[in-house]
């Protein structure tokens, strides 16, 4: 028995499938920015529908092809702030054969745990886990079950659209950005007790992207990068490099290009998360939330 799992986010659509022991078959992901201007109008772009849906033919096309016959489609932040998410829905629907669930942020931290902390020592923990998604962000804190969760509406689309508007940002925008993740952080603070944690485990494009940027890849490739660890000071070299480039410059060093027009903005949030809650590193991650649906369909 093969499982197909989807994760349609607000700056990204993925797709994981593997056997009924969790070897994996398939992984894709494509940048399709579904969260296109949502933050400001409450709406998904007509563009971003037919961008996000055209990949999840792709994907329909795989998990047929794969024979999964046990398959989980979610979206998260963006689809959660759309007033127009039913109109998506039936399409992405239509493409996978079935109906993407509205994943309340809550299960989206839960989630983000179980497939963070897959293959993890659990006597290392307690974990924070931190999940930088394109609109939201998700924090958890726990060892062999989540103790203390939440989802925030920041993230790196969100941030970039809200505050860094030109090319490169201007330190008044950067400031600004800065600043509101700062506030945005002593709700979770409020939340979680942080200091708890023995590890910082970070999930996400963002954090996968600095990391394979630390470790000098030319080209992002996940098997380098995962397990790693990323310091805070080098979090402070690559926002300081990024920020003050432009958008054709970052396209050239990142090892992702298609991020370019949103890193700074996410890499703002990490940044501040790690200065706000005293952590000097962490771990970096590629099992997150889509091997953590993929596990659910396997139980």
Request: hydrophobic share 40%; with cysteine; net charge negative.
């Amino acid at each position: 028995m093969n499982v197909g799992a989807v994760d349609i986010g607000t700056n990204s659509a993925r797709l994981l499938i593997t056997d009924a022991q969790g070897r994996e078959i398939v992984r894709e992901m494509h940048i399709t920015r579904l969260g296109q201007g949502v933050d400001v109008t409450g709406a998904l772009h007509p563009d971003a529908i037919e961008r996000t849906v055209s990949v999840l033919v792709q994907y329909g096309a795989l998990l047929r092809e794969h024979q999964a016959t046990r398959i989980r489609a979610t979206a998260t932040s963006a689809a959660r702030d759309a007033s127009n998410r039913d109109l998506f829905f039936s399409a992405a629907q239509t493409a996978l054969s079935v109906l993407p669930e509205l994943l309340p942020g809550e299960q989206e931290a839960l989630l983000s745990f179980r497939g963070a902390t897959q293959g993890l020592d659990l006597a290392l923990g307690p974990f924070l886990i931190v999940d930088i998604g394109g609109g939201s962000t998700e924090f958890v804190l726990g060892q062999t079950e989540p103790e203390a969760l939440i989802s925030v509406d920041m993230g790196c689309v969100r941030m970039t659209e809200r505050h860094l508007r030109s090319d490169p940002p201007t330190p008044e925008q950067i400031e600004a950005c800065l600043e509101d993740v700062k506030q945005i952080l002593k709700r979770v603070r409020a939340q979680i007790p942080v200091e708890r944690a023995r590890r910082m485990i970070g999930l996400a494009g963002t954090i996968t992207t600095l990391g394979a940027m630390a470790k000098g890849l030319k080209h992002y490739d996940p098997t380098q990068s995962h397990g790693m660890t990323l310091t805070r000071v080098q979090v402070e070299g690559l926002f300081a490099q990024l920020a003050s480039a432009d958008l054709e410059t970052r396209r050239k060093i990142l090892p992702d290009p298609k991020r370019a027009d949103v890193i700074v903005g996410g890499a703002a949030v990490l940044l501040t998360l790690l200065r706000e809650f005293a952590i000097t590193e962490l771990t970096v991650s590629e099992s997150d939330i889509l091997d953590g649906l993929a596990a659910s369909l396997r139980s």
